[in-house]
């Protein structure tokens, strides 16, 4: 069977359902809220989910904003799980906590350039802070977190979409599709799903990175899902509009957990939401990138190629014994 992707990505707030809002974005990190308005007085565009141009224009406005010089912050918390097998229960292993921080930037043709980047910390079940040390209860070696930074994730995208397939083989190729999401429109909702499954060659290379290497491929799929108030998404005021939504991920084991080729894998579970500040972080977050200037900033510019973990990995650190 093929293995079908349906991105071209590497990879990963409050819906207001009553009311309006009405237009306007400022510069700094935004939401897609705005002064109420009356449900009369609002204007409405109705929303063609089969259209690729409207597709486009609803994933920027979810996902960003329209605006280019208004930065949007998508948070994301989960809970990181262990799967080995078939008969062992499914194990919760730490906390995660972070966001991308993206600028979305109209090009001529009318396709845009999404810049950004991102940041994830690792915490304790329990207390909920940063952990620099963890200990694994596989193996019950105390190791060190090496927390994310991925600098830059950007990406280009547009109504025509490239498809995947074979990823990671020598039979891959790329089909060009419509941009068209998959939608599901109830009563005053409108909820779109965005799936990624990638596969590629691991940078970790398993006779060098003995330890840390989970083999020779990294496979990795995510699901997104984001809901909206109908009427945000048919008001043609709105450059940015609020969502709540889901993410969920399986990929390998991360390369500080030095679990190497052993079977299994990890799950991830989280909730994501469109924030308006930097102070609305947990203060463990909130205090860690108060450090870090260049995690609470887009780009102003597009470069490539994109650095996955895996990458930055392999730069910052070397093979262990």
């Known amino acids: 069977m093929q293995d079908r992707v349906h991105s071209n990505f590497s990879r990963r707030s409050v819906i207001r359902l009553a009311g309006a809002a009405a237009a306007g974005s400022t510069a700094g990190l935004v939401a897609g809220g705005a002064a109420a308005a009356s449900a009369a007085d609002r204007p409405r565009v109705p929303f063609d989910e089969r259209d690729p141009r409207h597709n486009l224009e609803a994933f920027i406005r979810i996902t960003g904003s329209t605006d280019p010089e208004a930065q949007v912050l998508m948070h994301n918390e989960a809970r990181v799980f262990s799967v080995i097998g078939d008969d062992e229960i499914v194990q919760p292993l730490m906390d995660m906590e972070g966001y991308k921080v993206r ?16 940041v994830f910390v690792y915490k304790d079940l329990e207390t909920g802070e940063i952990i620099d040390h963890w200990r694994n209860p596989f193996t019950n070696e105390m190791v060190d977190v090496v927390h994310l930074f991925n600098n830059p994730v950007n990406h280009h995208i547009s109504t025509v979409f490239p498809r995947y397939y074979n990823p990671g083989t020598e039979e891959r190729r790329v089909e060009a599709e419509p941009f068209v999401m998959p939608w599901a429109i109830l009563g005053g909702q409108a909820t779109f799903f965005f799936d990624t499954n990638t596969k590629w060659k691991n940078v970790l290379d398993p006779k060098v990175w003995k330890r840390e290497s989970t083999g020779e491929y990294v496979r ?12 945000d998404l048919e008001d043609p005021r709105l450059q940015s509009i609020d969502y709540v939504g889901g993410w969920s991920r399986l990929g390998p084991w991360l390369p500080w957990m030095f679990m190497g080729g052993e079977p299994g894998h ?14 609305q972080l947990s203060d463990p977050l909130r205090s860690y990138v108060a450090k870090r200037p260049l995690a609470q900033q887009s780009p102003t510019q597009w470069s490539e190629p994109n650095e996955s973990s895996f990458e930055g990995y392999a730069k910052s650190h070397k093979p262990r014994a």
């Open 266 to 279: 990890l799950r991830y579970r989280g909730k994501k939401t469109k924030l308006c500040s930097i102070d």
């Open 103 to 118: 600028r979305s930037v109209r090009l001529d043709d009318g396709s845009f350039h999404i810049l950004q980047r991102e």
């Open 220 to 231: 990795v799929t995510e699901s997104e899902w984001y809901t909206v108030a109908l009427a």
